[in-house]
DNA sequence: TCATTTGTGCAACATTGTAGCATTTGCGTG
DNA sequence: CACGCAAATGCTACAATGTTGCACAAATGA
């Protein structure tokens, strides 16, 4: 069972996980400072982000990048299966890494407090809800409404 | 069970449904050209659609309005609850109308032929699968993958 | 080192939606 | 029916989120 938002999205960085430049070299890809970036910051991201916060945590991190060669490099990681994309409440999608493949996990949205959960459970049960000759196929799956923080009572001041 | 998408979103103007005159005073709102048009091609859309398909539904109809207008619509009905918001796979939102309060129902978005139908069914099953002290309120939900027909081996020729 | 091909960076454009504001219109009242 | 006023409309701008085209730079293999 998932209560706290903050642990329910437990993916930062396995230890054992591939380095930024083995994920791109496997494809074929160049291994250019934008994707290496981009990688590190997803990496270490504890829920999907969009484009505009990738590009604050590269900035903090005194890295800057064109607009357009982020979505390029995030539009490549997803065409390359690396990362996927998360549609959000607003029309900004959202990124995250692929972890491991054949496990596939559904997002809650939060809209009391805007954040995005990784729910790891749901998809089997949607599998069964599913009419006979439906094929669930994308992990970009979200649903709405409050999370356990948002809907508890405010403690006892 | 659901196997046909024409038939799974059997939504189409029940007889006895209100006029969309009806629901628009109903909620002391005006009766207003765009409103009663809106009304009158969502009452009749067998899908949700998006603000540039009802616009070119409307204007088939040889009825012309400002886009702002229809956004202003649109806003309009889902505030008073009469239609709901559905999240597409591009970032525009697609409207449907609210058919009997109490009863939410999830959408499936097919990769295949692009089409977004309405599934009665899960919700249950969804409801059953999230963590305790999560709230599942918004009947904007989209599931992605391949529906019947798109799954199913084509006749033998 | 050199050539080739892949990515980048810039500027311009496309789509989807909002904000401000003057004008029109629905509708209750006299 | 005429009036008056709030509610809607219809502009025009603007904002957010992507995309496209093209010249230039840089990664990689020879």
Redesign the pocket.
């Known amino acids: 069972m998932i209560a706290n938002p903050d642990t329910a999205h437990s993916h930062p960085a396995a230890p054992d996980a591939p380095s930024a430049r083995e994920l791109i070299?496997a494809r074929g890809?160049?291994?250019?400072?934008?994707?290496v970036a981009v990688l590190d910051v997803l990496r270490s991201a504890p829920r999907p982000l969009?484009?505009?916060q990738i590009a604050a945590e590269l900035e903090a991190a005194g890295e800057q990048?064109?607009?357009?060669?982020l979505?390029?490099?995030l539009?490549?990681l997803v065409e390359q299966g690396i990362a996927t994309r998360v549609a959000g409440s607003?029309?900004?999608?959202k990124f995250e890494l692929v972890r491991d493949t054949g496990h596939r996990h559904a997002h809650f949205h939060c809209q009391r407090c805007g954040r995005v959960l990784c729910l790891d459970e749901v998809e089997p049960a949607l599998a069964g809800a599913l009419p006979a000759g439906f094929r669930l196929e994308q992990a970009e799956l979200v649903l709405h409404g409050a999370c356990a923080d948002c809907t508890a009572p405010p403690p006892t001041p």
Request: no cysteine.
């Open positions: 070299t890809g160049r291994v250019t400072r934008t994707r969009n484009h505009d990048h064109d607009r357009v060669t979505y390029r490099a539009d490549w607003d029309r900004a999608w």
